[in-house]
């Protein structure tokens, strides 16, 4: 029964983490880009959901569109701004910018929050759900069900959408969609600014399950980059099984060895697929 338990954790982490990842996984793929912004986007995201929280009694549940909304204009603005003028350039040369903005949005939210780290606590607490021998924590099923829809939803906004396509299109051949008459330039700021939106959504999710601090940004921005080799770079459903199985991974490594070494597990388990299956588990060309 102990079991049972770990794996409904696993479960409900896992369709959590898949929401902190498929932003990662977009940019990345349209783009070309490894956002290492993306950690402290969603670190950003919590804070904003805590504020609202504390301030103005906001439930965070409630305000992940305005967390998403208010990130993705930040990120539209550094996309169509800054990072935009090197687009094209070496992903040496992305990754660094990358870089130094984080180290900026970092050291920001340090300086303008410090680095202690807070928490939203309902009032009054949610509360548990019994299904048989397992015990499931309100919120983090809630947390799950809205990120899984987040997913969802950008799953159908990619296959259904005119924006949706044109996406698709720019991560399939740009070349050919500019070709086409697709703004390639404002395509690219659309894709990560929702990918920044998905980011500040997650993060109001995970205000109300983690302690935020901005020291947390990098576990996060790993966790992404581990889904996204799990589950393949280019499918969203893969993004959803990959970020399933790191919480899964997670659990029963906390269980078995301790959490300290939960994670340890999630990156062997990554450097494995790297050597013998580096597309993932279902990645391909193209979002499906």
């Known amino acids: 029964m102990l079991y049972l338990q770990v794996l409904v954790n696993g479960v409900l982490l896992g369709g959590l983490y898949s929401c902190i990842a ?10 070309n880009i490894i956002n290492i912004l993306h950690g402290s986007l969603i670190i950003l995201g919590a804070y904003a959901a805590y504020f609202a929280f504390t301030l103005l ?3 965070p549940f409630v305000f992940v569109p305005l967390a998403g909304l208010l990130l993705f204009v930040l990120g539209y603005g550094l996309q169509a701004g800054v990072i935009n003028r090197v687009m094209g350039a070496s992903v040496l ?15 920001a939210m340090i300086l303008a929050f410090k680095a202690d780290y807070r928490k939203v606590v309902l009032d009054p607490p949610l509360g548990l759900i019994e299904i048989g021998t397992a015990i499931l924590p309100r ?44 703004n390639v330039e404002r395509i690219y700021a659309v894709t990560f600014g929702i990918g ?23 576990t996060f921005l790993g966790k992404a ?11 969203i459903p893969g993004v959803m ?27 062997v388990l990554l450097l494995v697929l790297l050597m013998f299956r580096p597309t ?9």
Not at 22 to 31: A, D, Q, R, Y
Not at 199 to 210: K, W
Not at 250 to 258: K, N, R, V, Y
């Open 241 to 267: 099984v990959g970020g399933i199985m790191l919480g899964i991974l997670e659990s029963f490594g906390a269980l078995w060895l301790g959490p300290d070494y939960s994670t340890t597990i999630a990156f």
């Open 196 to 218: 920044a939106f998905m980011a500040g959504a997650a993060g109001s999710l995970m205000s109300v399950m983690f302690p935020i601090s901005p020291l947390t940004s990098v």
């Open 57 to 59: 009694g906001i439930n």
């Open 139 to 182: 919120d983090r099923l809630y947390a799950m069900l809205l990120a899984l829809i987040l997913v969802g939803a950008l799953y159908v906004l990619l296959r259904t959408t005119r924006i949706g396509r044109a996406i698709v299109a720019v991560r399939m051949d740009r070349d050919a969609a500019a070709l086409m008459g697709v």
């Open 280 to 288: 993932g588990i279902m990645g391909k060309r193209g979002f499906d």
């Open 22 to 31: 498929v932003g990662f996984s977009l940019v990345w793929g349209v783009l």
């Open 93 to 107: 040369i992305t990754l660094t910018l990358t870089f130094g903005l984080n180290l900026i949005l970092e050291n």
């Open 225 to 235: 980059f581990v889904i996204c080799v799990l589950g393949g770079l280019g499918s």
